[in-house]
């Protein structure tokens, strides 16, 4: 049984960087062919995929936040990392990291239980 928990801070102010941690527990996030992404959903809208790091370090943003968005791994902590920087109250949303059976299926079989992240003054 896989398991993922999302961690940070839920209060980021306008202009600084959101950071987020998701701790895997039960699989290492470098077994073949896994892909790990960070996807969320503000309020009253749908889900929003960010981009994900696959099970050999490649990583993929979507076009609308890759000038924006980082995301790392700590195999040692078995551990991702998502990076946000220059937020705006439009970044307001809830986080989740998931996994995915394979890079680009979106298939996503595990959940983080997600986190709240709100960007206000």
């Known amino acids: 049984q896989v398991q993922l928990q999302e961690s940070g801070p839920g209060l980021v102010k306008p202009s600084q960087t959101l950071s987020l941690t998701c701790t895997v527990s039960?699989?290492?996030?470098?077994?073949?062919?896994?892909?790990w992404s960070w996807i969320r959903q503000p309020p009253g809208k749908g889900l929003e995929w960010m981009g994900v790091i696959v099970y050999d370090g490649t990583t993929y943003y979507s076009p609308s936040l890759k000038s924006r968005t980082s995301i790392s791994r700590d195999t040692f902590k078995n551990q991702l990392s998502l990076q946000l920087s220059s937020v705006t109250p439009e970044d307001t949303a809830v986080y989740y990291c998931?996994?995915?059976?394979?890079?680009?299926?979106?298939?996503?079989?595990?959940w983080g239980q997600g986190t709240q992240v709100t960007v206000s003054s």
């Open positions: 998931v996994r995915d059976l394979r890079w680009r299926t979106w298939s996503y079989d595990y």
């Open positions: 039960g699989g290492s996030i470098t077994t073949s062919y896994y892909a």
